[in-house]
């Protein structure tokens, strides 16, 4: 999935001539920290909420209050993935997305985006969760997969944490079985680390209702 996929209508630019009273307006109703600001087709910045409060007339247009602004984007070709880096190193809750010539075509915003990145990580999907630790070169989700798929399952989805300071990695798999026995006695055969794991029950439930309360919270 590209980050031109997620691009939301829900959430229309600010033009640069606007006011910063209309601005806190629109963050307000749409519950975002950030809007785009547009000229035209052209991306001037992202504005967040802290830079409306320190405006002494709030009444004033953006363009005559902020000549310059934060310019963090995507383009419309990058992965889901990339997207969501921007978030996290960024700290923003609205990201701009371009096209290859820089011209502004949309956003999408953090609520929006997590309820397409469920899909993607397959977290409603029934299943198990296993973790394991191993050093950096000896990653291969080729052979996870092979023995995972020998014990008649499929990886739904799988993601790397690396450790800071080490060469280690944790890897989390979400296999489509409610059983991980076999297929951690096969792990262990070939000396992999099992840090933990989370079978259907009790986790399932868990992890749907952390799920829902974190979609009711960025809902409020």
Request: glycine content about 4%; overall charge negative; aromatic content about 8%.
């Amino acid at each position: 999935m590209t980050a031109g996929e997620l691009i939301s209508d829900i959430i229309p630019p600010l033009k640069y001539n606007e006011t910063g009273e209309k601005a806190m307006d629109w963050m307000n109703e749409l519950r975002v920290s950030h809007l785009p600001v547009v000229k035209g087709t052209e991306y001037i910045g992202l504005i967040s909420e802290n830079d409306l409060y320190d405006m002494h007339d709030p009444s004033a247009k953006i363009k005559d209050c902020f000549p310059t602004l934060p310019k963090p984007f995507i383009y419309a070709s990058q992965h889901v993935y990339e997207l969501m880096k921007v978030i996290a190193d960024q700290k923003i809750t609205v990201v701009p997305i371009l096209d290859e010539n820089n011209h502004y075509l949309g956003c999408t915003d953090l609520l929006y985006l997590m309820s397409q990145i469920t899909a993607i990580n397959s977290i409603k999907e029934p299943g198990s969760i296993l973790v394991l630790v191993m050093n950096t070169h000896d990653y291969s989700l080729t052979q996870l997969s092979r023995i995972v798929e020998e014990n008649n399952a499929k990886i739904l989805s799988s993601y790397i944490t690396s450790m800071p300071d080490s060469t280690e990695i944790e890897v989390t798999l979400k296999i489509n079985t409610d059983n991980l026995d076999r297929i951690i006695q096969t792990l262990v055969r070939y000396d992999y680390v099992i840090k933990a794991t989370y079978q259907r029950g009790r986790f399932q439930d868990d992890l749907k209702r952390r799920y829902d309360e974190l979609m009711n919270y960025l809902n409020m």
